[in-house]
């Protein structure tokens, strides 16, 4: 008898979900890193992503070789250490087609990169801005970043002397109008969020805790898998509706669904689970991260929502045809009219 094979699935646009993988992994075995990477290849697969439309971004630390790992055939730029933002801005103004996922670590984002960071958020670049946050910098052998807890004790780094840095009240403050934060640990979740993610029209930051399971696992970590298990605490069951769906809310006991329309047309579906907590109002989410952060809750999910701001892209007017594939009479200006620039500086 010969042997029988097994002809892969493929989704709405010819492709199998394997076509949506990247190079084997460098990281440690059982790195979170690696299961973000897993569930952006089946939201990829889910959503019917053309990978050409894909860029990936990235700057430096063991976050920033995750782009390696999903969508082999997208167009990936590893850039230098904090400076994501920059790139990923001046390759969206260039094509706004592009859909951008950015991949970049605590260290990378809320230290080098901070003010990089707050710029695109107040700029609004249409990107999904993943921190895969640790509280430690991996690469270099486990010192702490500036999300790493007050208290911490490490073997190598010592004690840390200094408050954390909430990355979701900083890219609340800064005007983001999609910030959500998750656990590594809870793939339903992520897949979730990252597809309402890729829907947002401007910036969308999902601040995900991801262990080092080398130099910060240890269960007084609020950036481990023991604390993560322990104390996670989700504001809601949340779902994304693809526009081409038929949206059913439905009676549902003991919380309540609230439907939320995007201005693509897909839908984010939030079923209330502890709290009556309303995203879309900016201090109430502020309130919320301060509480928690008192408390040692881990809350997760959409933390603030606003849909209505203009991206970027929107902002500047710019054509429906991209800048990147204008042709040369359109973006050069004539001899003639340079001629007469020079002639009126004389």
Known sequence: MGTRTRTPKINLIGLSKNEYKGQPSTLCKGCGHNSIASQIIQVAYDLNIRPHEIIKLSGIGCSSKSPAYFLGMSHGFNSLHGRMPSIGTGALMANHHLKAIGVSGDGDTASIGMGQFKHVLRRNVRMVYIIENNGVYGLTKGQFSATADEGDELKYAGKNELPPIDICMEAIMAGAGFVARSFSGDAKQVRELLKAALSHRGTAVLDIISPCVAFNNVDTSSKSYGFGREHEAPLHDFGWVPPALEIEIEEHEPGTLRDIIMHDGSHIQLRKLQEDYD?????????????????????????YFNPVRESLAEAANLPDTPLALLPDEVIRPSKESLADVMASLQ
Request: no cysteine.
């Open 279 to 303: 995203p879309t109002n900016r201090m109430e989410a502020l309130r919320l991260l301060e509480e928690t952060e008192h408390s040692e809750e881990f809350v997760t999910g959409l933390i």
